[in-house]
């Protein structure tokens, strides 16, 4: 077996896309070195010997020293130089890296192979005393630290003391004589903390460190971040190593680490720190301060690569294009110029914000690096949400109250108030909210919802509010623990501000910051590179994206966002309107027919102007009308003062209505009299919704000119009998509009396929209907038989135990939920084979439910209107 593959010097065994069996370190390394980059030669040894390693009880396979000794001996000859060489010592660096870049894993280990006498022939060769012992004592530190598990401080102490008696500040004013010291200083400290002389066999030091790095695999750190990371613990780690080059041999020597292209904002432009006669890790530790790469970058006093070392950063500016165009990606480079010779030491393709993504994909694609198709698989749906919301204006003033955790994107500014309640309340008046916990639970979701931001003092990155934002598209700014609430004074108060409920404060989700007052904002930008992207999605994409809907400004910004129609308009939510709830529950309370009706026959020019807006908005765009469908229970009046007034306006007296209300209210409403069973229960009111649909649909055909083709939507279906009796209602409505109006109009009758029964019985439903709309967020409910609004007290549990892969409430829960989509798919076509077919559940945005959707050919995926362009790049990626 080969365990060692060779790369550099014009031998090279491994490639890019053999990161399985080399890491992503040794993989890469190999890959640049065959497009004949310089990189200094050296080996990987595979993770296959990692794997060995613990399936053998820590035991080596038995050809591996042998190999590794060839290995080292080309290296030795490429380079001119001995491992062990007292005259000419070869020194390696020591490098882990597994497939994925895993923190928790060995540090590097830098000039492997000097001791007291190879130290001496470093300095000869090189003729800079101070160098060698400068590499020296690095290398005991490094080693110290990282194999033999000396505590840092140690090390850090024994310099501190020496810089304190010579009497300077910086690392470089000490000579090769206050560096020998240092390094006895250090010897001692490890004799200290092992009991053993630090080793000075080169080939032990090898060993040693290639030992700790398979060792390092399985330490706590890298177990855990493996477990949170679904990692499997039988990839392993490879082991890189690889002869040393140096940047710290003089002022013509430097190294440095940067991207290809500016990661934050996707500019195309050099971007990075270098640090000039430094090593390795130098740039990062912070020891000096870093300087720019490129000129465009530097500001005033810095000193730019490409002024400090022209031929170098030239020689860089070449290495970067041939490394775009090779891996047709931006890059994440490490680097070291050794006396104005650029060595390059390690790329990956570079981490970015969503913006740099983007820009990237569409810039790189106008350069004729990647196709269309390529840009659109490069760029992560999700990733979009980011891009969508408003930001602070940058030249706007502000006053920063205090700080955070950026949980959740977008900026967001309103009054500040304390419980979910009085969110909901406020907002339900118009005025915008800040939600403002210590930390968030399931009960706040509605006030969560009807904030404009959410702020928690408690809390990380995935607390319930940080998570349940970033779903429903809201800024948040979570665990800002400078800021203490108090719920009983009704105030917050941090650095000496206090804000009280109703005080105005403003969130950056993006930064994280809080700010008194309102700032100024600006709308994204959904021209440019947003509007070029989303084009050329819209091109290949088959599925339709519309969006879930119901007030003007909701159908303003799916149609902003490209919403080719309404897949859900709710007409509950019209109902809670103050103007309206008193009309409704009226309606609700009333004991007999005649009742309701007067009730209703308020409502009815409320409903007419909703749909009246809606159709005018979306200007002959398919629209989606769900009947009511919530348990009545959901509206009958609370508290004593509510039930008296709705007695009041119905001329009754107050007992009688505290009966209505204990008869109405129900242990399981969601499971309860819900749905079209109520419009069979009620049949005026299914009657008054669909009059104000078609009053207002001809009211819209004559004022300009273009019908509106409305879809009606009955609710929780479970028999095909139940859509036939409402059915029946809607379509007597229609004729009698029409009658009345003289004008007729289209229109489609369908249902929600919202329960297994009705899915199972597909066939039978379709007969009676023109489409079906999956409602997967009541699917899952009674697949699963989890209460949505409950679940989340034990099922994140569940996803980190594994139990369930992911929560299917956000994700569709293909092999369940899906088998049964399948189904009614399946069997509504079989007897209708141009059924319409759509989704509306909250996952019609999430990119992997949108993939499924795809597969089973639904004709378009309806989501929030903040998730269009999200759904809009899925569709796409899911039809390439
Ligand atoms: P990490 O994964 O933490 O980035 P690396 O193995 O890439 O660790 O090493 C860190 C740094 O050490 C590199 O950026 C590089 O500057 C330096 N380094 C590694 N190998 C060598 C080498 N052979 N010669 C010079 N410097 C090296
Ligand atoms: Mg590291
Ligand atoms: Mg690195």
């Known amino acids: 077996t080969q365990w060692v593959y060779s790369f550099g010097a014009g031998r090279n065994e491994g490639r890019a896309d053999m990161r399985n069996l080399l890491g992503g370190k040794g993989a890469n390394l190999a890959e640049m070195a065959s497009i004949g980059l310089p990189v200094p030669p050296g080996f990987t040894i595979t993770t296959e010997v990692c794997t060995h390693y613990y399936a053998n009880g820590e035991q080596y396979p038995g050809e591996l020293q042998a190999q590794v000794r060839a290995a080292l001996a080309r290296v030795e000859d490429a380079v001119g130089l001995k491992f062990g060489d007292t005259d000419k010592p070869l020194l390696v660096s020591v490098r882990s890296g597994a497939r994925v870049s895993m923190p928790g894993m060995m540090d590097t280990v830098l000039n492997l192979g000097l001791n007291d006498a190879t130290v001496e022939g470093l300095a000869r060769a090189s003729g800079d005393e101070r160098f060698a012992w400068d590499s020296y004592r690095r290398f005991i530190q490094m080693f110290g630290g990282v194999v033999l598990g000396v505590d840092h401080h140690r090390f850090e102490e024994i310099i501190e003391g020496v810089k304190l008696d010579r009497g300077v500040v910086e690392d470089t004013a000490l000579t090769a004589a206050d560096w020998k010291t240092v390094i006895t200083g250090y010897k001692e400290a490890v004799q200290e903390a092992t009991g053993k002389p630090f080793p000075q066999e080169p080939e032990a030091q090898l060993w040693a460190a290639i030992g700790a790095v398979f060792g390092s695999w399985m330490n706590q750190r890298a177990i855990t971040y493996r477990r949170l990371h679904d990692i499997p613990a039988e990839w392993g780690t490879a082991v890189n190593v690889q002869a040393m080059v140096f940047g710290n041999m003089g002022e013509d020597c430097a190294t440095g680490v940067c991207f290809t292209r500016d990661p934050s904002t996707g500019e195309d432009i050099f971007y990075g720190e270098y640090l000039v006669n430094a090593q390795g890790e130098d740039v990062v530790a912070g020891i000096r301060t870093p300087q720019p790469m490129s000129k465009l970058r530097a500001k005033p006093g810095e000193r730019p690569m490409e002024d400090v070392m022209p031929a170098a950063y030239a020689e860089l500016v070449r290495v970067r294009e041939t490394l775009e165009k090779h891996y047709k990606d931006m890059q994440d480079i490490e680097f070291t110029v050794q006396q104005n010779k650029l060595y390059m030491l390690q790329t990956r393709n570079g981490k970015r914000t969503a913006a740099a993504s983007l820009k990237i994909a569409v810039d790189m694609c106008r350069e004729g690096l990647i196709d269309q198709s390529e840009a659109i698989k490069r760029v992560a749906p999700g990733s979009l949400d980011q891009l969508l919301h408003p930001t602070l204006d940058p030249k706007a003033p502000r006053k920063v109250l205090s700080k955070g955790l950026p949980a959740s994107p977008g900026a967001a500014c309103g009054v500040v108030v304390f419980s979910a309640d009085e969110a909901e309340l406020r907002a339900r008046e118009g005025e915008s909210v800040i939600l403002v916990r210590v930390e968030t639970s399931p009960e706040d979701i509605h006030g969560m919802h009807a904030a404009r931001g959410i702020l928690t003092t408690r809390g990380g990155m995935t607390s319930h509010a940080a998570v349940v934002a970033r779903g429903m598209g809201r800024p948040c700014v979570a665990g800002a623990g400078g800021i203490t609430v108090d719920y009983t004074a009704q105030a917050l108060s941090a650095g000496g501000h206090i804000i009280r409920a109703g005080e105005t404060i403003t969130l950056d989700g993006a930064t994280g910051e809080i700010f008194i007052g309102s700032v100024a904002m600006i709308e994204p930008q ?119 007034e709705v007695a009041n306006s119905l001329g009754v007296d107050v007992a009688l209505m505290q009966r209505r209300a204990a008869d109405l209210s129900e242990a399981n409403p969601m499971l309860g009299h819900r749905g079209c069973r109520l419009g069979i229960s009620y049949p005026e009111i299914y009657e008054m919704q669909a009059r104000a649909i078609f009053e207002a649909a001809v009211q819209v055909a004559k004022e300009t000119g273009a019908a509106p083709v409305p879809e009606i939507m009955i609710p929780l279906v479970m028999t095909k009998r139940e859509l036939d009796i409402t059915r029946a209602q809607v379509d007597r409505m229609a004729a009698e509009v029409f009658a009345e109006s003289g004008t007729t109009i289209e229109y489609l009758v369908g249902t929600m396929i919202e329960l297994p029964r009705a899915a199972l019985t597909a066939n039978q439903i379709a007969e009676s209907a023109d489409f079906f709309s999956f409602g997967t967020n009541d699917l899952t409910q009674t697949v699963f038989g989890l209460s949505r609004d409950d679940a989340g007290k034990f099922l994140p549990s569940y996803v980190e135990k594994n139990i369930l892969p992911k929560d299917p409430f956000v994700s569709l829960d293909v092999e369940g939920v899906g088998a049964l989509v399948e189904i009614a798919a399946q069997k509504g076509r079989g007897v209708k084979p141009g059924l319409k077919l759509g989704i509306c559940g909250e996952h019609g945005g999430d990119p992997a439910s949108i993939q499924f959707c795809e597969t089973v050919g639904l004709e378009y995926v309806s989501c929030s209107p903040y998730r269009v362009p999200v759904a809009r790049l899925a569709a796409a990626q899911a039809a390439l």
Do not use: Y
């Not at 009815?604 to 009511?628: C, K, N, S």
């Open 526 to 644: 959904l021209s440019g590179d947003f509007a070029a992207l989303m084009e050329w999605a819209d091109k290949v994409r088959r599925m339709k994206v519309r969006a879930n809907a119901e007030t003007p400004l909701d159908a303003e910004t799916a149609r902003k966002f490209g919403a080719e129609g309404i897949g859900l308009c709710r007409t509950e939510h019209m109902f809670f309107d103050p103007e309206r709830i008193g009309a409704v529950r009226q309606m609700i309370m009333a004991e007999h027919e005649t009742g309701r009706r007067t009730a209703l026959a308020k409502l009815l020019p409320f409903q007419r102007q909703d749909f009246h807006d809606l159709f005018r908005i979306m200007a002959g765009l398919p629209v989606t009308i769900r009947l009511l469908d919530p348990p009545l229970h959901e509206f009958l009046p609370h508290s004593d003062a509510e039930i008296a």
